[in-house]
């Protein structure tokens, strides 16, 4: 089982970027994904999750800017950010639970994590 992360890279404050999510081995149809993020020096920390049946919830810093959504022909999630910040900057991360809702925000809940992808803006 893999998840693959892309689409990072670096951007100035007020851009966007798409970030996908390939899953290979398995199908997560099924499964709530997530992405997470970690700056240097923090926490990992949550971003956004979106459940088996569509529904999202989002992080209070990102709420309004960035959208989740998923593709389960495809086995892939996305992340569209807007708008970004210079605090946006992190390592982010795609995560697939084992169930088809999570029950809380922590990265402990997630069973396969991808590889992570750099988002950098810059002031």
């Known amino acids: 089982v893999q998840l693959q992360a892309s689409g990072g890279g670096l951007v100035q404050a007020g851009g966007s970027l798409r970030l996908s999510c390939a899953a290979s081995?398995?199908?997560?149809?099924?499964?709530?994904m997530g992405w997470f993020r970690q700056a240097p020096g923090k926490e990992r920390e949550f971003v956004a999750v979106?459940?088996?049946?569509?529904?999202?919830t989002y992080s209070d810093s990102v709420e309004g800017r960035f959208s989740i959504s998923r593709d389960n022909a495809k086995n892939t999630v996305n992340l569209q950010m807007n708008d970004l910040k210079p605090e946006d900057t992190s390592v982010y991360y795609c995560?697939?639970?084992?169930?088809?809702?999570?029950?809380?925000?922590?990265?402990?809940?997630?069973?396969?994590w991808g590889q992570g992808t750099l988002v950098t803006v810059s002031s």
């Open positions: 995560a697939a639970a084992a169930g088809a809702v999570v029950l809380g925000f922590r990265p402990g809940l997630y069973e396969y």
């Open positions: 979106i459940r088996w049946s569509g529904g999202s």
């Open positions: 081995g398995r199908s997560f149809s099924r499964n709530a």
